[in-house]
C-alpha cells in the first residue's frame, strides 16, 4: 500500500497537465469492479503461461505509440479495409484474447461504459505486477479511436540507431530517459526471432558464451525464438541492463543504449538499483499512456474491441 502511495503522488507531480483530463478511479462508481475484473482475467491467464506478460507489455507500447493509446491496434481487418494489424511490425503482437475476455465481462457487469484503450492499459499494468515489476496506480478515462490504418504505424526496430531512436520517442513526446526505459523495460521479457538478431549474431564484440549459444539455437529450422533477457527471461527487473554491461544484449538497440555516451549512464545506474528500474520503468509506461489519448465525447466506447460500433 505504502509503494502504491508513494508511486501515485510521483505520477500526479509528473503528469499535471494529463491528469485534468483522465483521473485515478475513473470507474469507481459508473463501474466500481473495473479494475478487479480485469486484473482476475490477467491473472487467470498468467496462472496458465507467464510469457503473456511480455505480450501485453508489447501490445500497450504497439498500441500507444501509433497515436496514443486508443485501442486502434485492436481492430480487425476486413476485405478491403485493412487495419493496423495488418502492419508488419504488428504481426509479433498476442495476447488479443485476453483484453476480449476481459471486456465480454466488463460488457455483462458494465455496458458500454469502459474502453478497450483503458483495458489494455490496466491489462499491462497487472501483468507487469505479476512478472515482478511494481504495482502502480493507472489513471483511466481513455476513449476508443474510430480509425486503424496500418499506414500510420511507424514503430522504431531492433536495429535502430540511439539517435534515431532518441528522434522517433521525441516525436511522441518522450525523451531520452523515458526512451532508454521503455525499451529496456520492454525488452526484459520476451523473445525475439532469429532472423531478427543476425546483426548481433554477428558481431565480435558479443560476449562469446552467449554467441555460441544463440548461433546453436538459431539452426534450428522455422525461425526459433531467443529470450531478450537471458538472466531473467520472465521477469521484470533489471536484469537486462547488467546482460547489457557484459556485451549480452541480444537486440542492437538494447546493445547500444549500453554503449552510447547519452545513454550508458542510465542503464548503469539501473544496473546498480532493481527497485529505480521499476519505479522509472512503471513511470514510463504511465507517462506513454498519458501523452496523447481520446477523452470527453472523442471517439467511442467499443462494445467488441475487434470492431468499430458501426460495424464498419
Known amino acids: 500500500m ?6 501515485f503522488f510521483l505520477f500526479c507531480f509528473v503528469f499535471p497537465a494529463a491528469l485534468a483530463q483522465l483521473k485515478f478511479g475513473f470507474y469507481s462508481r459508473s463501474c466500481p469492479h473495473a479494475e478487479s475484473i480485469v486484473a482476475n482475467v490477467v491473472a487467470k491467464h498468467f496462472r496458465r ?5 511480455a505480450d501485453l507489455v508489447r501490445m500497450h507500447f504497439h498500441d500507444c505509440f501509433v497515436k496514443g493509446c486508443d485501442a486502434s491496434l485492436l481492430i480487425d481487418p476486413k476485405p478491403g479495409r485493412p487495419s493496423e494489424k495488418n502492419a508488419g511490425p504488428n504481426a509479433s503482437v498476442d495476447g488479443y484474447e485476453i ?3 476481459a471486456k465480454k465481462q466488463l460488457e ?3 455496458p458500454h461504459t469502459v474502453s478497450c484503450a483503458d483495458v489494455v492499459t490496466l491489462a499491462t499494468r497487472d501483468a507487469v505486477t505479476l512478472a515482478g515489476g511494481l504495482r502502480y496506480a493507472v489513471p483511466t478515462g481513455r476513449r476508443d479511436s474510430l480509425r486503424s490504418n496500418p499506414a500510420d504505424v511507424n514503430l522504431p526496430g531492433p536495429t535502430i540507431p540511439v539517435t534515431d531512436a532518441i528522434q522517433a520517442f521525441g516525436a511522441v513526446g518522450l525523451n531520452l530517459f523515458d526512451m532508454v526505459t521503455l525499451v529496456i523495460g520492454g525488452h526484459t521479457i520476451g523473445v525475439i526471432h532469429c532472423s531478427l538478431i543476425q546483426d548481433r549474431i554477428a558481431d565480435p564484440a558479443m560476449e562469446r558464451t552467449l ?8 539452426r534450428a529450422p522455422n525461425d526459433p525464438t531467443v529470450f531478450l533477457d537471458q538472466r531473467t527471461s520472465f521477469k521484470v527487473d533489471n536484469g537486462l541492463c547488467l546482460e547489457v554491461l557484459r556485451q549480452r544484449g541480444v537486440l542492437r538497440i538494447d546493445q547500444s543504449l549500453g554503449l552510447d555516451g547519452r545513454t550508458r549512464g542510465i542503464i548503469m545506474s539501473y544496473a546498480k538499483d532493481n527497485a529505480l528500474f521499476n519505479r522509472k520503468f512503471a513511470q514510463a509506461l504511465v507517462k506513454m ?7 470527453g465525447r ?4 467499443r ?3 475487434r470492431v468499430f460500433n458501426n460495424g464498419h
Open 2 to 7: 505504502r509503494a502504491i502511495a508513494v508511486t
Open 49 to 53: 503461461d507467464r510469457s503473456i506478460a
Open 99 to 101: 483484453i476480449d475476455e
Open 108 to 110: 455483462a457487469h458494465c
Open 211 to 218: 554467441n555460441a549459444k544463440l548461433r546453436n539455437q538459431c
Open 289 to 295: 499512456g498519458t501523452r496523447r489519448f481520446l477523452s
Open 298 to 301: 472523442a471517439g467511442e466506447i
Open 303 to 305: 462494445k467488441n474491441c
